[in-house]
C-alpha cells in the first residue's frame, strides 16, 4: 500500500513559479509509474504528466509541455512537480498518483491570477 500526500500549492501570480511535491510512504514507491492529475472547477480530471520508474523518461500534455518538470527521487520517497510561467488555466487542484494502484493524495490547489 501507498499513501500519498501533496504539498506546494498555492497562490501565484501569471508567469510565476510553484513547486509541488507528492511524498509517498510505503515500500513501495519506486515500483510505480508515477502520475500528476489536475481538476479545475466543472471540468473534468485531465492527465498533466507521469514518470517512469527510474525518472528517465516522462510524459507532458501538450498545455504544460514545456512548462512544467517532472520528477522523482526514490530514495526520498518523493514526486516533483516543478511549475513555471503559470497561467491562469493553470488553476486547478492538482492530485498524485501511482499508476496501477487505488492510491491517490487529497490534492493540493494552485490558483494562478492575472
Known amino acids: 500500500q501507498v499513501q500519498l500526500v501533496e504539498s506546494g500549492g498555492g497562490l501565484v501570480q501569471a508567469g510565476g513559479s510553484l513547486t509541488l511535491s507528492c511524498a509517498a510512504s510505503?515500500?513501495?514507491?519506486?515500483?510505480?509509474?508515477m502520475a500528476w492529475f489536475r481538476q479545475a472547477p466543472g471540468k473534468e480530471r485531465e492527465f498533466v504528466a507521469r514518470?517512469?520508474?527510474?525518472?528517465?523518461?516522462?510524459v507532458y500534455t501538450d498545455s504544460v509541455k514545456g512548462r512544467f518538470t517532472i520528477s522523482r527521487n526514490n530514495e526520498k520517497n518523493t514526486m516533483y512537480l516543478q511549475m513555471n510561467s503559470l497561467k491562469p488555466e493553470d488553476t486547478a487542484v492538482y492530485y498524485c498518483?501511482?499508476?496501477?494502484?487505488?492510491?491517490w493524495g487529497q490534492g493540493t490547489q494552485v490558483t494562478v491570477s492575472s
Open positions: 514518470i517512469s520508474l527510474s525518472g528517465g523518461s516522462t
Open positions: 498518483t501511482a499508476l496501477g494502484s487505488a492510491y
Open positions: 510505503g515500500r513501495t514507491f519506486s515500483r510505480y509509474i
